[in-house]
């Protein structure tokens, strides 16, 4: 009776050391069955800094990139420092300019006061306004489908002799017609109204051919166009108005010059842009 008591005791006592170190072992020295029965599938965690939003379709269009000879930059800052001499030294004749595009009194008094031509704000500012324009068709040539094979800085210098001769031209034809007519006062009023709308759009002209080097070339070229075509309106209305307003101006002699100097440049200017734009 006491014999089996104890023999029960002793088994229990090797159950429960049995189970003790069990619990102890390492996870590798169970049997395969145990330690698959106790592996835990692991829990995903969704971080806080990461975004859960898919994205979509939308593509950003990259910024316009242009490639320009290293002048292109050089001139426009030579223009700019033009400008900057013009505004520092010659500030009253420089505002008598603006005035004077918009006021027919303010354009006969700068007239009066002296000759515009031989001023040195009057011939810098035309260096400007010759750099600006060429610098304008220069930077379109892109745009239309003309193939030239020269050098980028030679087309620019040609373009520039381009403008300067049709200038040339249009100052020869005034005189020739006024000789022939006797309108020499008269024809010098003209000239220097013409001349100062001339300086006039050099001046606004800087800023957005400066934006059409290194910004996006169709819509300053736009810009730049609407800009011109402002002045030139301006200029067409003017020299009608002056050649209205004086007896002795012929009106033959007006329109003779407006229809081969004013006139036609522009049909031929819209002929090209219909034609030959690839927008």
């Not at 170190?21 to 106790?38: G, I, K, Q």
């Not at 730049?224 to 002795?248: D, E, P, W």
Request: glycine residues 4%; charged residues 10%; contains cysteine.
């Amino acid at each position: 009776m006491h014999y089996s008591a104890i023999e029960m005791l002793f088994n229990q006592s090797d159950t429960i050391a049995q189970v003790f170190l069990s619990d102890t072992m390492d996870a590798d020295t169970l049997p395969v069955n145990v330690t698959d029965s106790l592996s835990v599938s692991p829990k995903t965690y969704q971080s806080l800094f990461v975004s859960n939003t898919t994205s979509g379709d939308l593509t950003e269009k990259p910024l316009p990139v242009q490639n320009q000879a290293f002048w292109v930059p050089l001139i426009l800052i030579l223009g700019f420092v033009l400008l900057a001499w013009s505004r520092l030294y010659f500030k009253r004749r420089l505002g008598m300019i603006f005035q004077g595009v918009f006021a027919r009194n303010y354009a006969n008094q700068l007239i009066r006061e002296g000759n515009l031509f031989n001023e040195r704000i009057g011939l810098v500012l035309f260096l400007l306004y010759l750099s600006t324009m060429a610098m304008f068709a220069y930077l379109a040539i892109p745009l239309f489908n003309i193939r030239i094979n020269m050098p980028p800085g030679l087309i620019y210098i040609s373009i520039f002799a381009f403008f300067l001769g049709l200038w040339l031209l249009k100052v020869f034809m005034v005189r020739i017609l006024s000789l022939l007519f006797s309108t020499q006062d008269h024809s010098q009023s003209l000239l220097t109204n013409m001349y100062m709308y001339n300086l006039f759009a050099g001046i606004i002209l800087l800023p957005a051919v400066s934006c059409m080097a290194f910004a996006d070339l169709e819509i300053f070229f736009y810009i730049s166009l609407g800009l011109i075509v402002f002045t030139y309106s301006l200029r067409l209305i003017r020299g009608v108005i002056i050649g209205i307003s004086l007896i002795k101006f012929s009106p033959f002699h007006l329109m003779l010059y407006l229809c081969t100097l004013e006139i036609l440049p522009l049909i031929v200017l819209a002929k090209i842009l219909t034609r030959n734009m690839i927008l």
